[in-house]
């Protein structure tokens, strides 16, 4: 089976997680999922495929070299998606030998897929690309990181001529919100070094990531009514948006980019009584995090000062850190994947994630983990697809990284 198909199978799982949950996984959806991966994988011949109390999935590729005693390498990959746009119901359709131009994804609705909106688009002309109907998200992120990896195992199984060492598979809930590496059981998974298959297009080699925090800033006010609130309402509402223009402009997402910080608010709720607002705060550069958290402290005390003490509390929260900091130290599984996507005749691409994966956290866990590209491409919207020849390309590179890491000496 090739890579694109599991895909499109996968797509009939509505496993988006959902950050107002404290269970883990956060929806049953991915429990089911869950299972369905390890019968799969039990398939494949992979014997020792489990799922664990919180649905997370290992399972192991025995070395089929005599005597064996290299360094374990793993691949992992998460199986939530987002739920920031639709998600149920997907309708994924096969575009054969794409022309060019544009793609009619709902001829209802209008919808278009549109080169002059996704210029990366014409880099696969006469490639066959797995589309949606234009209304949901694909799920490729990362339902095709975990096609690429049991395609892998398949190939494993069915070439035991082709030698490589012991090799583990991981499968984590909830990324999407942050928690992927929550419950993952770093020893019992039993890797040395490993990656995550998390990224878009072929030839991406990630070790880079955002240093992350999250700040809850809490504003609080006094009602009365609005005929006798000369000189004594103090809009909690109002000031949540005072607090809002303290922070820097040009420190937002819509106006960063490469190794740019930013502050980005993400949720607003609020009365005269009360009101809270919810950021993200980003930078590669841990000590320009730190300044981040500073201003956002600083303009709580300022309104304080200004409306009162106590008026706007700030709670904030670490949420990753740069996984450059770890991987490099272990330079060899950055150099082989290079090394492995110029062999497949691809360039490799390695620049600063404007986000995190798991392995961000994984890596600081003691698993050294950067980042692979899986063949999809838009992720976290409805013009999201993949390309079925490029997933083949990723199943190639792991397939080559685990060889090379069956004959490796470190």
């Known amino acids: 089976m090739r890579a694109y198909e599991r895909l499109l199978k996968y797509t009939r799982y509505p496993t988006a997680s959902d950050e107002a949950s404290e269970n883990c996984p956060s929806t049953p959806a991915q429990t089911e999922f869950a299972k369905a991966l390890v019968s799969e994988m039990k398939g494949l011949g992979i014997t020792d495929a489990v799922m664990d109390e ?3 999935v ?6 089929n070299i005599p005597n064996w005693q290299g360094k374990v390498i793993g691949f992992i990959a998460h199986m939530d998606v987002v739920d920031v746009v639709p998600w149920e119901n997907i309708r994924p359709r096969i575009v054969e030998n794409y022309p060019g131009g544009d793609i009619l994804l709902n001829e209802e609705k209008q919808i278009v897929l549109s080169p002059s909106d996704y210029p990366e688009l014409l880099n696969y002309i006469g490639k066959d690309l ?46 999407e919100i942050g928690r992927g590496a929550d419950h993952f059981n770093v020893p019992y998974f039993g890797a040395d070094y490993a990656y995550t298959v998390d990224g878009g297009a072929f030839g991406e080699v990630e070790y880079e990531t955002f240093n992350a925090a999250s700040a809850v800033v809490t504003i609080t006010g006094r009602s009365i009514h609005p005929g006798s609130a000369k000189n004594k309402m103090i809009n909690a509402a109002r000031i949540a948006a005072e607090f809002d223009r303290l922070l820097p402009e040009a420190m937002r997402p819509e106006h960063t980019e490469g190794r740019e910080g930013f502050f980005h608010l993400t949720g607003i709720s609020g009365s005269e009584e009360h009101a809270e607002l919810y950021y993200i705060l980003r930078d590669h550069d841990a000590e320009k995090l730190e300044d981040k958290k500073r201003i956002v402290r600083e303009a709580a005390a300022w309104l304080s000062a200004k409306y009162g003490n106590g ?18 130290p272990h330079r060899h599984l950055i150099d082989i994947a290079h090394e492995e996507v110029k062999a497949l005749g691809g360039t490799p691409v390695s620049v600063p994630v404007r986000g995190g994966t798991d392995g961000s956290r994984l890596s600081f866990m003691g698993l050294p983990c950067p980042n692979l590209g899986t063949g999809g491409h838009n992720c976290h919207g409805r013009f999201e697809y993949a390309c079925a020849e490029e997933m083949d390309l990723c199943v190639q590179l792991l397939v080559r990284i685990a060889e090379r890491y069956g004959k490796l000496s470190l």
Request: without cysteine; charged residues 25%.
């Open 54 to 56: 919180n649905s997370y």
């Open 130 to 175: 797995v589309v949606t109907d234009g209304t949901t998200l694909l799920g490729a992120d990362d339902k095709a990181g975990i096609a690429d990896i049991l395609t892998m195992a398949e190939y494993f199984r069915d070439h035991p001529e082709v030698l490589h060492g012991t090799i583990k598979i991981g499968f984590t809930p909830d990324e």
């Open 311 to 328: 008026t706007a509390d700030v709670r904030i929260i670490d949420s990753y850190r740069n996984m450059a900091e770890q991987v490099l």
């Open 58 to 63: 290992y399972g192991t590729i025995p070395a």
